[in-house]
């Protein structure tokens, strides 16, 4: 965010208490924009005034953790966030990146409905992800760079939601049924390919 031209204010949040730190090395950064970092008991300073407000707040699914007990930590993270959020910069944008992405939006949309703020054209769940995974599995399996090939993702963030259009792929490729059921599954699933590795 730092790097982006349009960012010129960037503030960063946790309940960490080196975030301050980490905003202060994030300044450095040869940019016109300024970073200041906000600890557990500042949350509205760190809301006030933002336009965009980005979540990747809580804990990554570690080995042997399911989706819902990701989802018992993350969701009351996001909740309180997004209360800030509704209370501070009802306006802003909101880009949710906290697992799992398919529940905690829908957490977020029912608090900013509560507090009478939703705005369906200003609530996101980010899952680049997936089409970064898709992008490097296609193009690692026909020897091309990751970087000139395109695959669009379709769904949900959550295993068997996320539907790669493999036929969509560009430049085109063609699979066997094989090699298609193969890339899709490894798609869906490259979290817990993750996961295991980290094991």
Known sequence: MKLNPRVTSLTCYDVAPFVPGVAVDLSHINTGSSCVGYGKDDLKKALDGCDVVVIPAGVPRKPGMTRDDLFNINAGIVKTLVEGCADVCPNACILIISNPVNSTVPIASEVLKKKGVYNPKKLFGVTTLDVVRARTFVANARNRDPALVSVP???????????????????????????????????????????????
């Open 153 to 199: 993702v379709v769904g949900g963030h959550a295993g068997t939601t996320i539907v790669p259009l493999l036929s969509q792929a560009q430049p085109h490729t063609t699979f066997s049924d094989e090699e298609r059921d193969a890339l899709t599954h490894r798609i869906m699933f490259g979290g817990d390919e993750v996961v295991k590795a980290k094991d």
